[in-house]
């Protein structure tokens, strides 16, 4: 009689007690280890040709879609990846003071939630410009991985944009009126890392 093997994955080993059959010991063997490794494919039209019944935890590789799938025990799905966050690492630049600053990232989109408040001479507004003025810098990790990304600011009365640097630098840009002394500035933005 088949034992199971110590890992409590289910997988019927032979026993020294069971009569010689070696062709049986490797299909047994082979039956309970390839389903919970990952089972390559050309496509998904392939895997469904070639697995009938399918069960929970099952990962499969699309090749045409380059893509990691697991059977949920209704569908395939792809993995959700970790969620990270942070509320730490952002330097803020002079004449601005931290209220309260949000990462979080899963997978490659990332989105960063800061709240600022000026406390440095007003920066004047003419016809919506206003001269650069860097705000902050996002910590490593947190950062773009490609060209400069592009988002708006707001502080309840005064609108305006701003951009992040692949360096991490958020440069405040322009602006609907003056940003004065006092005000409160909550910056959004949400990218796609390349890497």
């Known amino acids: 009689m088949p034992t199971q093997?110590?890992?409590?994955q289910d997988i019927d080993l032979a026993s020294l007690t069971d009569a010689p059959d070696?062709?049986?010991a490797i299909a047994d063997l082979a039956a309970g280890v390839i389903p919970r490794g990952v089972m390559r494919?050309?496509?998904a039209s392939e895997r469904g040709a070639t697995i009938t019944k399918p069960v929970d935890g099952m990962p499969t590789w699309l090749e045409d879609a380059k893509r990691l799938e697991v059977y949920n025990g209704s569908s395939w799905v792809t993995p959700?990846?970790?969620?990270a966050s942070t509320t730490s690492g952002l330097s803020v630049a002079s004449g601005f003071s931290l209220n309260d600053f949000f990462g979080f990232r899963q997978g490659r989109q990332t989105t960063i939630d800061i709240y600022l408040a000026r406390t440095g001479a007003t920066i004047n507004?003419?016809?919506g410009n206003i001269a650069d003025t860097v705000a902050?810098?996002?910590p490593s990790g947190w950062r773009p991985t490609h060209s400069t990304i592009t988002s708006c600011f707001d502080n309840?009365?005064?609108h305006g944009g701003w951009v992040v640097g692949t360096d991490g630098i958020c440069t405040l840009r322009t602006a609907s009126d003056d940003i004065d002394n006092g005000s409160n500035l909550r910056l959004h933005i949400t990218f796609l890392k390349t890497t």
């Open 5 to 8: 093997d110590s890992y409590g």
């Open 22 to 24: 070696l062709p049986k």
């Open 41 to 43: 494919f050309a496509s």
């Open 80 to 83: 959700e990846p970790s969620l």
């Open 125 to 127: 507004a003419t016809a």
């Open 136 to 138: 902050c810098t996002l």
């Open 156 to 158: 309840g009365i005064v």
